[in-house]
């Protein structure tokens, strides 16, 4: 069995953003040289997601707007885990809502996607830092 | 490492549904010969998920509704994604809420299930022919 | 390719509560003497969630409010999988919202976490014995 290991780094000068990030998955697929396996794709902050779905910038505007609308920024005070001094309470409901990581298959060594499935990184508290986990298994 | 890869077709005739494809996904694993390892289950499209759950028809539409709710079809204009002449804006949303993939544990070739768990397919955007991957790794 | 399964049982007091189980995951590794691989820990009830996000308190009682806001509780009349008798269809919901599974990379025998990553069993339904699966492969 092979595994990979790679960490991506993003610093989202925005505080919500969603980024592709299906090229870079791509290439950690390829320097694994993995042909037939599983590959897991996660935010390593808990304030992040990463999800599959359209590179669409229409839908991304409408998942920004959801997103607000089920779990408003404003105003910070109503979130209990704000009043430590945080301002990212939001944040931690929106990931929920789009998810930690997705799961991808690899086969004859490429990214097992339909039509349309692209990888996205999704920051709900940007303006540093933050990483992304690649960890492929297989042969 | 053994590594086996299924597409599962679906044409649901109405735009949502909910199919227990659990029978399908078992048949999949025994022709896997897979004994010990993870079995992935996924929507190939951004408008259809893959969600475990009970199998309950009031529960169905108790779903049904609470996502209508949180992501209605209508008005259609309300989503910037239908303004280049689509209607399946809340698809995408909907389909966030309730999950792209399941990942199963393989324990002595059966999917390692608690009593009541069942795999279903979620269709938001129906009326056309569809797939569901499934890809299992182990040994 | 080594495989460990194990099921961590809980039987929480009350009806919503989160529980940091990452000492427990963390065990159940050491156990399987992976290092690496993938560890799937997944919900075996439809009325709970294992999930990933931060171990604070405040953040906790936020998450409560906002799932009873999106899916209450009462009436437990206006679902109709509780017409059968059943009063928790509000958590068949909120498990969708927090999700049934994560999986997370084994590097160097160890969880691959970021600085906040912890293990949430949340549940929804308590007051009676529940189990989570734990199942590890990898080398």
Known sequence: ???HRKELW???PTRRAFLNISPQVEECLKESEVKEGLLLCNAMH???SVFINDDESGLHQDY???LEKLAPHDPTSKYRH???GE???DAHLKRQIMGREVVVAVTNGKLDFGPWEQIFYGEFDGRRKKRVLVKIIGE
Chains 1, 2, 3 share one sequence.
Do not use: L, P, Q, V
Request: aromatic share 12%; proline share 0%; hydrophobic share 40%.
């Open 64 to 66: 920004d707007e959801w």
């Open 1 to 3: 069995m092979k595994s």
């Open 87 to 89: 301002d990212n309470g």
């Open 82 to 84: 704000n009043r430590a």
């Open 46 to 48: 808990i304030t992040a």
């Open 10 to 12: 993003f610093n989202i």
